[in-house]
T-cell receptor, first 110, second 113 residues
């Protein structure tokens, strides 16, 4: 089955700087890669996703890239703000279910 | 219909007791998923339904766990003879293919004492 590895587990960046979270997946048949943001005590919220026929997607300050050959995908957050502090999960959809990474706790430092 | 609803939000139970959680998906969504999330970890897949059919169960779902979706609408997840290791957040999500993404409920936090 699918296995998703995510790193780093914790990331601290200065407000205004960029943050990058990287993930790898194992199942070459996976074709959908969502990213979720989870604030303390709340449900995971989908923030951006990418399908396997696209290499990059951008939505305001957030962008995702996908390298299918290497089975790597990444989340880039530019001009970070305090409200970006949260846990971020990458995920891959293999078969009919989404498999999540273990998460990255992002701290935005003032 | 404002989203995926889960009930109860919190449950404290004594070890050995049975518990049942309910999930009401977005009404037009025919797929319903159950995940378990422990502190500091990502959601782990437990099982999923398409309409009333349970299509896949994770190895994580021991024989103490059972899930149903009898009429293809709401779903229940029952845990029998609870153990302390069952303490976690139980998340429900729904989707409508071919839309790929899930909508999660707020979860049920189970504490086994």
């Amino acid at each position: 089955g699918e296995n998703v590895e995510q790193h780093p587990s914790t990331l601290s960046v200065q407000e205004g700087d960029s943050a990058v979270i990287k993930c790898t997946y194992s199942d070459s048949a996976s074709n959908y890669f969502p990213w979720y943001k989870q604030e303390l005590g709340k449900r995971p919220q989908l923030i951006i996703d990418i399908r396997s026929n696209v290499g990059e997607k951008k939505d305001q300050r957030i962008a995702v890239t996908l390298n299918k050959t290497a089975k790597h995908f990444s989340l880039h957050i530019t001009e970070t703000q305090p409200e970006d502090s949260a846990v971020y999960f990458c995920a891959a959809k293999g078969d009919d279910k989404i498999i999540f990474g273990k998460g990255t706790r992002l701290h935005i430092l003032p | 219909d404002t989203g995926v609803s889960q009930d109860p939000r919190h449950k404290i139970t004594k070890r050995g007791q049975n518990v049942t959680f309910r999930c009401d998906p977005i009404s037009e969504h025919n797929r319903l998923y159950w995940y378990r999330q422990t502190l500091g970890q990502g959601p782990e897949f437990l099982t999923y339904f398409q309409n009333e059919a349970q299509l896949e169960k994770s190895r994580l779902l021991s024989d103490r766990f059972s899930a149903e979706r009898p009429k293809g609408s709401f779903s229940t997840l029952e845990i029998q003879r609870t153990e302390q290791g069952d303490s976690a957040m139980y998340l429900c999500a729904s989707s409508l293919p071919p839309v790929y993404g899930y909508t999660f409920g707020s979860g049920t936090r189970l504490t086994v004492v």
